[in-house]
């Protein structure tokens, strides 16, 4: 089995370099087997939103569609589609992927500071109270 990184996704998703694009296409019709590591799906969505301005439900639909695929194998499958379903609810894509990792690592919860992703079942917020 081989791994591609975010860059080829990113040209297989986007399109937007049509050469890198079928360079791309070639590569993942080849492998049999291609690992995607969650890293990768975290970095590839930060880029399609911050980079390409592509809306969360666009991304989710495509990540979807890659997870479904035979050849793509991942770490924490599960894990990876929670996380896609709470950012097409509005989550940050990487605050949804460490909290149902490290659920899946059996925490019991994952604490944090943001108040965003404490609203997630995985989180637990930290409060400070306020200096004067």
Same mark, same amino acid.
């Given at each position: 089995?081989?791994?591609?990184?975010?860059?080829?996704?990113?040209?297989?998703l986007? &399109?937007d !370099? %049509?050469s890198?694009? @079928? @360079?791309?296409?070639?590569l993942l019709?080849?492998?049999? &087997?291609?690992?995607?590591?969650?890293i990768?799906?975290? =970095?590839?969505a930060?880029? %399609?939103?911050?980079?390409? &301005?592509?809306?969360?439900?666009? @991304?989710?639909?495509?990540?979807r569609?890659? %997870?479904?695929? !035979?050849?793509?194998?991942?770490?924490?499958? @599960?894990?990876?589609?929670?996380? #896609? =379903?709470?950012?097409?609810?509005?989550?940050?894509f990487?605050?949804?992927?460490?909290?149902?990792?490290?659920?899946? &690592?059996?925490?019991?919860?994952?604490?944090?500071?943001?108040?965003?992703?404490?609203k997630?079942?995985?989180?637990?917020? #930290? =409060?400070?109270?306020?200096?004067s």
């Amino acid at each position: 089995m081989d791994g591609i990184d975010t860059s080829v996704l990113i040209r297989y998703l986007v &399109k937007d !370099d %049509l050469s890198q694009y @079928q @360079q791309a296409l070639t590569l993942l019709k080849a492998l049999p &087997k291609i690992y995607l590591s969650p890293i990768v799906l975290v =970095e590839t969505a930060w880029v %399609l939103s911050h980079f390409y &301005k592509v809306k969360a439900d666009k @991304q989710c639909n495509k990540l979807r569609e890659l %997870l479904c695929l !035979d050849c793509i194998m991942t770490d924490d499958r @599960q894990a990876v589609l929670s996380a #896609i =379903e709470d950012y097409a609810n509005g989550y940050d894509f990487a605050d949804a992927m460490i909290g149902h990792h490290n659920t899946l &690592k059996k925490c019991k919860t994952t604490w944090t500071f943001d108040r965003k992703a404490s609203k997630l079942a995985e989180f637990s917020r #930290i =409060e400070t109270p306020l200096s004067s």
